[in-house]
C-alpha cells in the first residue's frame, strides 16, 4: 500500500508527519485528510479554518493540499456565494501565513550564513531542515 505524509499548515509554520500513514489509494488519502482536518477543528473552526493539510506521497512529494475552510461543517448552512468569500479569505489567510513563515524562514537562514561567516555559532537546523 501506498504511504501518504499529512503535513500541517497553520499560523506558527509547517509541521511535518513524521510517521506517515499507508492507505490504498489517493481517493483514500484525499477521505483521511478531510477526517484530519475535521478533528482538528473540532470547537475551534473559526480559529482553523485557513489551515491546511498538505499530502504527500512516500517521497514526501506535495500531492494536494485541503484547506480545512473547504470541510467546516458551520459553513455549510450558508448560501454559496457566502460561503465561497469565507473560502477565498480563508486561502488567501493562509497564503499570507506562508509567506510570513518563508521570510521567517530566510531570516533564520541569513542569521546563520552571517554567525558562520564572523565564526560563530549558528542555527544548524530548522523545522529539520539543515540550514
Not at 32 to 58: I, K
Request: glycine share 6%; with cysteine.
Amino acid at each position: 500500500m501506498p504511504m501518504y505524509y499529512f503535513n500541517l499548515k497553520g499560523p506558527h509554520g509547517r509541521y511535518l508527519d513524521p510517521t506517515g500513514t499507508e492507505l490504498p489509494d489517493h481517493e483514500q488519502a484525499e477521505e483521511h485528510a478531510r477526517q484530519v482536518a475535521l478533528e482538528l477543528m473540532r470547537r475551534r473552526e473559526t480559529r482553523t479554518r485557513s489551515w491546511r493539510l498538505e499530502v504527500c506521497d512516500a517521497s514526501r512529494t506535495p500531492i494536494f493540499e485541503l484547506l480545512f475552510a473547504t470541510v467546516d461543517p458551520l459553513l455549510a448552512e450558508l448560501p454559496p456565494h457566502f460561503r465561497a468569500t469565507v473560502e477565498e479569505v480563508s486561502a488567501r489567510t493562509g497564503g499570507v501565513t506562508d509567506a510570513i513563515t518563508d521570510v521567517r524562514n530566510s531570516l533564520h537562514q541569513l542569521r546563520g550564513t552571517l554567525a558562520r561567516c564572523n565564526g560563530e555559532p549558528y542555527l544548524a537546523a530548522l523545522d529539520g531542515t539543515p540550514l
